[in-house]
């Protein structure tokens, strides 16, 4: 495929230059000529393919309703198609495996599991598991070990919402929505929410051995909501070397200090500010504190965060889309792509970038050389 007329984000910024593909990957940019159909980017800007590191919108797709649940198959090929259509063209679902039941226990975190492996090959997006771990899950030690070693796991993060849980145990609207979910009477929700936190001394060792055989195994580690320094501090020690979502400016510090990856959200950008009080994320981007924007729980909003942060003049649009891309992509450890070059995975984006009364829009995504999006036919010309 060949795609001419665009401005290409390349290592030298933006150029209005030719890129053409050859099987998955990127053959040549800057020079005509190649085989196959031709896409006309006039107009467009041609840049790098996301890298979501942590995604959960698929759970309104598998889960929309209180007691209302899908197949995981349709679920995921429903989500494949918003990822795709947003410009995502790898993706780390973010998949809660808690201690409770319901959306996020353990018949959900195998079943996704599953059916991610028997989708194997038909998903546009290149799409990983990104294992949510629940710390107090510590009864899930054993088969998330078995997980990591079999190599299913894409990710693994180190989550805790049961503290948050306990405080709140004379604040039942707060913890209304997890009950819910759950499927649990409010009697039987408490009464495990005790017989979980009972457990509390184990956790820490669980910690411990789970971090030491994922960083053994090459898996990227983040430690999610980090509340302190000191927080961080000890998972850095422990070799996790990603801060997903620090909850205040001084744990952020803390994490470049030690040169850790620090990820916000998205949507935070976009929305103009945190849902839950936590930091601004287009403030710790303009102050470097901030090597990873996530889709969090909306995927549209890897797309308009770049141009936001670009519109605010808080960085550049090439610096703030390396925020989606090529920012995720060295921090998952993938070399071969969040970039436009030869010899890379040819994950291209074609984006219209609006003016100042509409959002960027994906015009065509090309995942692994495939054209696996287009909203302009018109555009595509035969050989």
């Not at 430690?223 to 001084?250: C, K, Q, T």
């Amino acid at each position: 495929m060949r795609l001419i007329g665009g401005q290409t984000l390349t290592a030298g910024g933006f150029a209005e230059t030719d890129v053409s593909t050859d099987g998955p990957l990127v053959a040549r940019v800057g020079e005509p000529g190649g085989h196959g159909p031709v896409l006309d980017a006039g107009g467009l800007l041609v840049l790098p393919g996301m890298v979501d590191i942590h995604g959960d919108a698929f759970e309104r797709q598998l889960h929309p309703r209180p007691g209302v649940d899908f197949d995981p198959e349709i679920a995921l090929i429903d989500t494949d198609r918003q990822l795709v259509a947003n410009g995502i063209t790898t993706a780390y679902h973010g998949v809660t495996w808690s201690w409770e039941p319901g959306l996020r226990g353990r018949e959900t975190a195998i079943g996704l599991k599953d059916a991610l492996d028997r989708l194997s090959g038909r998903l546009a997006a290149d799409t990983r598991y990104h294992l949510r771990h629940e710390i107090f899950n510590v009864a899930a030690e054993d088969e998330i070990l078995s997980w990591i070693d079999a190599k299913a796991v894409g990710c693994l993060a180190f989550n805790d919402h049961m503290e948050g849980t306990v405080k709140a145990r004379h604040r039942p609207d707060k913890v209304a929505k997890m009950r819910e979910r759950t499927g649990l009477s409010e009697a039987a929700f408490w009464e495990l929410v005790e017989r979980v936190y009972d457990r509390k001394s184990e956790v820490a060792g669980s910690i411990e051995r789970l971090a030491r055989a994922a960083v053994a195994a090459g898996v990227p580690t983040l430690s999610h909501d980090d509340m302190s320094p000191e927080m961080r501090g000890w998972f850095h020690g422990l070799g996790v070397r990603i801060a997903e979502f620090p909850v205040n400016e001084e744990t952020a510090r803390a994490a470049r200090e030690t040169g850790d990856a620090i990820v916000f959200g998205a949507p935070n950008v976009v929305r103009g500010g945190s849902h839950t009080g936590c930091p601004s994320a287009e403030a710790m981007a303009g102050q470097g504190l901030c090597q990873v924007l996530a889709s969090d729980y909306y995927y549209p909003a890897m797309l308009q965060a770049p141009f936001r942060l670009a519109a605010n003049r808080t960085l550049p649009l090439e610096d703030a889309w390396d925020l989606v891309s090529g920012g995720p992509a060295h921090v998952l450890g993938l070399a071969d792509r969040g970039r436009i070059a030869e010899g890379l995975r040819a994950d291209l984006v074609l984006v219209d970038a609006g003016n100042a009364r509409s959002a960027p829009t994906v015009v065509a995504t090309i995942a692994a050389g495939r054209l696996v999006h287009l909203a302009d036919g018109d555009r595509l010309r035969p050989f």
